[in-house]
């Protein structure tokens, strides 16, 4: 089973991703997270990626179909697509390589967020570094000040989890993105979930529709 998290930035993609994947032994594939370990180990993509990254754009499709084109083609597990395909190049070529991989997608799930409660989700975020949990200083705070429950790591504020790249992110997203949704009806792959409810309730709704198909 191969599945698409499809959302806005701060719907809860990844943190919807890392339960499903412990859960039922998945992969997770975050483009967002294997850009910016390339970023830290100073790659030539990572180098070239980071100026998009820190304007709030997305990174050109020929760079991020590459990673992803390499990543799929290297595992024999199934896995979660998080953040990927943003764009309708990036779904139509995933198709290609999904094809030449003898491997399909069974589930796109629709994190579907209102739009003026993500800026405020986004700007409270802390990650762990280390193993990708994601906080908020709001709603989901870590047991000791800002280290990791997991691992005692640090957290980190992502550089651009602040309101004015959050901004430039969802504009960058409804334009670019959103027409994803109906291209994944049309595939009839699409599932809608309500990402406005907390992430135990997301949680049980994906699990419910995935348990009814
Ligand atoms: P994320 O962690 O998914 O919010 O992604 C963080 C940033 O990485 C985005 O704002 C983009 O700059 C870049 N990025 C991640 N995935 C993609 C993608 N599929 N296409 C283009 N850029 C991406």
């Known amino acids: 089973m191969n599945?698409?998290?499809?959302?806005?930035?701060?719907?809860?993609?990844?943190?919807?991703?890392?339960?499903?994947?412990?859960?039922?032994?998945?992969?997770?594939?975050?483009?967002?997270?294997?850009?910016?370990?390339?970023?830290r180990d100073k790659t030539n993509v990572g180098l070239d990626a980071k100026k998009y990254l820190d304007a709030g754009k997305l990174v050109p499709d020929d760079q991020v179909i590459a990673i992803v084109n390499e990543t799929i083609?290297?595992?024999?597990?199934?896995?979660?697509?998080?953040?990927?395909?943003?764009?309708?190049?990036?779904?139509?070529?995933?198709?290609?390589?999904?094809?030449?991989n003898n491997k399909q997608i069974d589930f796109v799930f629709y994190l579907e967020a209102d739009l003026e409660h993500l800026i405020a989700r986004i700007a409270n975020r802390l990650v762990c570094p280390e193993c990708g949990t994601v906080y908020n200083k709001i709603i989901k705070m870590p047991k000791i000040d800002n280290l990791c429950d997991n691992d005692n790591t640090?957290?980190?504020?992502?550089?651009?989890?602040?309101?004015?790249?959050?901004?430039?992110?969802?504009?960058?997203?409804?334009?670019?993105?959103?027409p994803l949704v109906e291209y994944?009806?049309?595939?009839?792959?699409?599932?809608?979930?309500d990402a406005n409810q907390s992430t135990e309730l997301v949680y049980k709704n994906i699990k419910n529709i995935l348990d009814r198909v």
């Open 3 to 39: 599945l698409i998290f499809l959302g806005a930035p701060g719907s809860g993609k990844g943190t919807q991703s890392k339960k499903m994947c412990a859960e039922y032994n998945l992969i997770h594939l975050s483009t967002g997270d294997i850009i910016r370990q390339a970023i």
């Open 73 to 100: 083609s290297e595992i024999e597990q199934d896995f979660i697509l998080d953040g990927f395909p943003r764009t309708i190049k990036q779904a139509t070529t995933l198709q290609d390589i999904l094809e030449t």
């Open 154 to 178: 640090p957290l980190i504020h992502r550089s651009d989890d602040n309101e004015e790249k959050a901004t430039i992110r969802i504009q960058t997203y409804l334009n670019e993105t959103l």
């Open 184 to 193: 994944y009806q049309e595939e009839n792959l699409l599932h809608v979930v």
